[in-house]
Nanobody, 125 residues
């Protein structure tokens, strides 16, 4: 059974940094696209960043230059380094893995993909 477990969220002041981790288990995901989404109450889940099986990355415009996504295939883990955090980055952050190997990244949350339980990130002003 596939499980994704996020960690690293917390409370940070504006301008600070956090590093989120998402450890996957149940199969090897080296050939899968992995990504991060976020959601605030009352709003739809939105795309943050993705990294393909080949290492290509893409980011939401709102986080470009501040966030960096990376992966460690040996650890079946994807990371999100978040720098220069802003209060508007406050959200629950979800890790996602495309269900099909070699699938292209998507900016639309797909309920058929694998999802973690989420980790809260709060940025105070």
């Amino acid at each position: 059974q596939v499980q994704l477990v996020e960690s690293g969220g917390g409370l940070v002041q504006a301008g600070g940094s956090l590093r989120l981790s998402c450890a996957a288990s149940g199969r090897t995901f080296s050939s899968y696209t992995m990504g991060w989404f976020r959601q605030v109450p009352g709003k739809e889940r939105e795309f943050v960043a993705a990294i393909s099986w080949s290492g290509g990355t893409n980011y939401a415009d709102s986080v470009k230059g501040r966030f960096t996504i990376s992966r460690d295939n040996a650890k079946n883990t994807v990371y999100l380094q978040m720098n220069s955090l802003k209060p508007e980055d406050t959200a629950v952050y979800y890790c996602s893995i495309r269900r099909i190997p070699l699938a292209v990244p998507t900016t639309t949350p797909d309920p058929k993909d694998y999802w973690g339980q989420g980790t809260q990130v709060t940025v105070s002003s």
